[in-house]
């Protein structure tokens, strides 16, 4: 294996196991420590709101499955809401387990091969899927940053807000790049000679016309599904709409484990676009499930709507029902076989 292969290897290897140690260390921390959960043995939760709560999260894989669902079936008609579950399970527990969530597509379409998909069409339909998600998430963190310059309030940390700007500069740039890539045929042809090119002085392609004559068809297939998916103009509008529905139902998570405390003053807007901003600093982390990044910017950015005694164990709430839930949830349909 060539030295670079293995050094990559090794870094994400740290990497994961260091997300995997701090989420254990967190986990520990906000169980035990001083007005963490176990202090907390009395409080009387509103059980209704956590079970909410709980149906936001499935809320969320179901929509993403009807996603998947309603894009490959436009290209392949035999597809099935089932196969498309299992696509979506393998997706949300490689993602939750690779740094920047790097793992999950890959998987889906190492999990849609074995559904007798070819690579391209799967690849096609995913970063279709994403550019829709992709777009819709830098939209909400859009409208956030605007609510949140506009409604009074003591002001957030200095530190989170630059934080948080930057991860909405990082969500707008990769929505153009995908778009960039999906439509500009000369730009990425361009970009994949160079890529193989590259793989091919390192050993990593043997055959440079070869490989690049596959790509160059791939890429060939890619351009004209994104063209017959932009033309669908009713697939498009149902995708925006059950994507800004997935990402509600998600972000309403925190709304629901803020009530389950049995508080009400804030809004659901309120805890809607605050969420916003936790995903747009989590998502500048590349450890396994933004560990430390998520907990952290939960904390920072909701302390003003609990008090010092809830804040740690509504912050641990959150997170089992928006990240563990989703790994035990996801992990016994995530088995990839023969024949899916």
């Not at 921390?29 to 936001?56: H, M, N, P």
């Amino acid at each position: 294996m060539p030295s670079s292969c293995k050094k990559k290897l090794n870094v994400k290897t740290i990497l994961n196991i260091f997300g995997i140690g701090l989420s254990a260390g967190l986990l520990l921390y906000l169980c035990l420590s001083k007005d963490g959960l176990f202090s907390l043995r009395d409080t009387q939760f509103k059980t209704i709101w956590l079970v909410l709560g709980f149906a936001c999260t499935l809320s969320d894989l179901l929509l993403d499955t009807v996603l998947i669902y309603i894009f490959t079936k436009g290209v392949c008609s035999g597809y099935t809401f089932r196969r498309a579950a299992k696509v979506c399970m393998v997706g949300h527990l490689y993602s939750a387990i690779t740094p920047f969530q790097s793992g999950g597509q890959p998987m889906q379409i190492y999990a849609m091969s074995k559904q007798k998909i070819d690579p391209g069409t799967s690849a096609s339909t995913l970063i279709q899927k994403f550019f829709v998600y992709q777009t819709s998430i830098t939209a909400y963190s859009f409208f956030a940053i605007f609510y949140e310059t506009n409604t009074p309030h003591d002001g957030l940390n200095p530190v989170m807000w630059w934080l948080a700007m930057i991860g909405f500069a990082v969500q707008a740039l990769a929505a153009v790049m995908i778009l960039v890539v999906s439509f500009n045929q000369k730009f990425t042809n361009w970009l994949v000679k160079i890529i193989v090119r590259s793989l091919n002085r390192i050993n990593i392609v043997k055959d440079y016309d070869k490989t690049l004559a596959s790509w160059e068809k791939q890429l060939d297939f890619f351009h004209k599904s994104n063209q017959q998916l932009y033309s669908n103009k009713l697939l498009l509008v149902k995708a925006y709409l059950l994507t800004f529905l997935q990402l509600t139902a998600l972000f309403a998570v925190s709304y629901c484990v803020y009530r389950a405390f049995g508080f009400n003053k804030a809004t659901l807007a309120n805890m809607i676009f605050s969420q916003a901003f936790v995903t747009m600093v989590s998502s500048l982390v590349p450890l396994p499930g933004a560990a430390g990044a998520s907990e952290g910017s939960f904390y920072v950015f909701f302390s003003s709507y609990f008090t010092l005694q809830t804040l740690k164990s509504a912050v641990l709430i959150w997170r089992i029902v928006t990240y563990y839930a989703v790994m035990l949830i996801s992990a016994p349909f995530s088995r990839i076989k023969d024949k899916m």
